[in-house]
């Protein structure tokens, strides 16, 4: 019964990685190796901001012990994840392609990446020993949920790098950029306000995901329309 747990954890976490690059049609450009290339940048990318946050940072975890909470230092932690967004531009420039090709692929690479790193262990220690529990179908949830984070992330910088973006969409893709390292931050300050329970929050996450992936793919199709005509 515990394998079972963990084999449908693990579905629910790859599979829909598996689709998205199956099924989005950039396994026809034979982009694998840039998935690879990508993940590998999320990867260096992560070690950089351990970095960061180890120099500029080195005692953050003594407030939490001691029950504090600065609300700067939390803001300022948060702008480090500004280094995604840098490695996200370096992901989209280093594969050719179509701008829908570039985006998905470095999506698909960035994401994949991360939830290796962050989901694997996770579910191999917990699910592997447990018969049932939410707390991991809620982290596999989770996944997918970041999967769509990343691609709309990808398209706003793919968006912002645009010489030719429409000016009328630049201050919604600059807005939506700026706030992107803050996104988890706004989304726990909401959920403490509203105390929110685990669930409700990652509804509140996975609708904020939506209507930022939304907007990125409308700011988009109005550019790639432009580009047609």
Request: charged fraction near 15%.
């Amino acid at each position: 019964m515990t394998l079972y747990h963990f084999g449908n954890c693990l579905a629910l976490v790859y599979v829909p990685y598996h689709m998205a690059y199956k099924f989005s049609g950039i396994s026809e450009y034979a982009s694998f190796s840039k998935c690879v290339y990508a993940g590998g940048l999320y990867i260096f990318t992560q070690l950089c901001k351990m970095l960061l946050l180890a120099t500029f940072f080195p005692d953050s975890d003594n407030s939490h012990e001691s029950g504090e909470y600065d609300v700067l230092l939390e803001i300022l932690k948060a702008t480090v994840d500004f280094a995604d967004l840098f490695g996200l531009y370096f992901a989209l420039n280093s594969i050719p392609g179509k701008g829908h090709a570039k985006i998905l692929t470095a999506a698909v690479g960035w994401a994949s990446a991360e939830v290796l790193v962050t989901r694997s262990v996770f579910l191999w220690v917990g699910a592997r020993g447990s018969e049932f529990s939410w707390r991991y179908v809620r982290a596999c949830a989770e996944a997918n949920v970041s999967l769509l984070q990343t691609a709309g992330c990808a398209t706003l910088v793919w968006l912002r790098a645009r010489s030719d973006l429409p000016p009328r969409l630049a201050p919604l893709v600059l807005s939506l950029l700026l706030l992107a390292p803050y996104r988890s931050l706004l989304e726990d300050a909401l959920a403490a306000a509203l105390s929110l329970s685990p669930w409700p929050l990652l509804a509140l996450r996975a609708v904020h995901a939506a209507v930022v992936a939304l907007a990125a793919l409308a700011a988009y199709a109005v550019l790639a329309q432009q580009i047609a005509v």
